[in-house]
């Protein structure tokens, strides 16, 4: 009897996709990934439900043993004082009893009595110093010689070009002393490997980020923009959405720049629209999630969504009249001149010095919109003179029509609101 294996259709993988080898190794290899870190995740981090009572009466355990050696070592601090107390008060009488014969009992006494011993009996002895009582704790060295093999473990790894295994040493490391900068300098200065392999810094990435658990744990934002360059330096763009779907990432103003230039460069290139769409999505959130408002409305103005970047700025509450022309400065594009007038957020001719380049466009634009009143109404930067130099600039770039209308409209303007 036969058996018929049930193929399982995976529902990101479109049609293109499904045909294309190198597209279906790379979902492999992230499957892989994925399947061996909860495996180890599965070993490392979690027992099975039936042991919780065994583990909880070996905690109750713990803790009471704990709690005796916390007393014994009280005990023990209170023995030492009372000893440095008489040790103290026998050198100090012994010069003023020389020839009398005294006991060491007579001695401790009238040294308790004495003025040089008031700081010393004043002292509580659970307030002795690091130095006097706990130099050699040997919970410290064994702590510091299991780091110390740990990382000795790690260069092992790396030199035996074992590097997901030395990925993972690293990213689990204790108190994350592997977590650093220098362990990233280490995968970036290994060779690239060859056969179309995954290079050993983007294996670090992943692994790295997929062991953030909460914000500490993150990675520093020099890391954090290391990972993002190399997944971008790959075409892994969905890999880092994923990280800040995930709130992984530690986001900075170069990160976002980052995947803005990433947007730009897509942007380049045949049917890359969508990823486009996607960079430029996720630089606006690397902005926003940093506090760079005026960048991530640039960016948004970039992407196409005006109307979205102005409700965003007035959201902010920061946004003042050259916030805006800042905007419009970076993108000096016709269609946000005219948004940011219709909104009343810039003056009119403020607007027209941006957009020299394009004074006519603007202008007819300007001068035939429905709202115009409205605009000059709200308009409180554009002065009486300005708007003079706006009808003479219509004149020059021979937009007579659009040109009396701004007149016509100013004058109104100026005769029912002006007081």
């Keep these: 009897m036969t058996t018929e294996k049930r193929q399982r259709v995976l529902t990101k993988i479109t049609l293109d996709k499904s045909t294309n080898i190198e597209a279906l190794e790379r979902e492999l290899a992230e499957l ?117 093999e740990y990382m000795e473990r790690w260069n092992e790894l790396l030199g035996e070009e074992k590097y997901e295994a030395a990925a993972i040493h690293a990213a689990n490391s204790p108190k994350g002393v592997l977590r650093n900068s220098e362990t990233f300098l280490a995968f970036k200065n290994v060779k690239q490997v060859s056969g179309g392999e995954k290079s050993p810094l983007l294996i670090y990435c992943e692994i790295l980020l997929s062991t953030v658990t909460h914000r500490s744990t993150r990675p520093s934002k020099a890391d954090s923009v290391e990972c ?34 990433y947007a730009v460069a897509a942007g380049q290139q045949r049917d890359a629209g969508d990823e486009q769409r996607l960079a430029y999505s996720l630089a606006v959130t690397s902005y926003m999630r940093c506090g760079a408002d005026k960048q991530a409305a640039i960016c948004m103005c970039k992407q196409g969504r005006l109307y979205g970047m102005v409700a965003f700025a007035r959201d902010t509450g920061s946004f003042k009249s050259e916030d805006y022309i800042g905007v419009l400065e970076a ?56 708007w003079t130099k706006i009808v003479i600039a219509c004149e020059e770039e021979n937009v007579w029509e659009e040109g009396i209308n701004i007149v016509a409209c100013e004058l109104v303007n100026r005769v029912l609101f002006d007081n």
Excluded at 236 to 260: P, R, T, Y
């Design 32 to 148: 892989e990934l994925n399947i061996r870190m909860l495996r180890e995740a599965e070993t490392k981090r979690f027992v099975a439900k039936s042991r919780k009572g065994d583990l909880l009466c070996q905690l109750e355990k713990k803790e009471e043993l704990r709690e005796k050696v916390l007393q014994s070592n009280e005990d023990l601090k209170q023995r030492l004082f009372n000893l440095r107390m008489g040790i103290e008060a026998t050198l100090a009488f012994d010069d003023n009893l020389a020839g009398r014969r005294l006991s060491l009992s007579e001695v401790v006494e009238k040294a308790l009595a004495g003025e040089n011993l008031k700081k010393l009996s004043s002292i509580n002895p659970g307030q002795q110093t690091p130095s006097s009582v706990e130099d050699d704790d040997p919970a410290k060295e064994k702590e510091t010689q299991m780091i110390l």
């Design 228 to 261: 993002v360059k190399c997944a971008l330096d790959h075409g892994k763009l969905e890999l880092v959405a994923h990280w800040l779907a995930n709130d992984v990432l530690e986001c900075c103003v170069s990160m976002g720049a980052i995947i803005e230039e």
């Design 331 to 386: 993108v000096p594009e016709l269609e946000v001149g005219l948004v940011l007038v219709g909104a009343s957020l810039v003056g009119v001719y403020r607007v027209l010095q941006v957009l020299e380049s394009d004074r006519k466009g603007f202008l007819k634009a300007l001068g035939s919109r429905e709202d115009l009143i409205d605009i000059i109404r709200k308009d409180g930067w554009t002065s009486s003179s300005d």
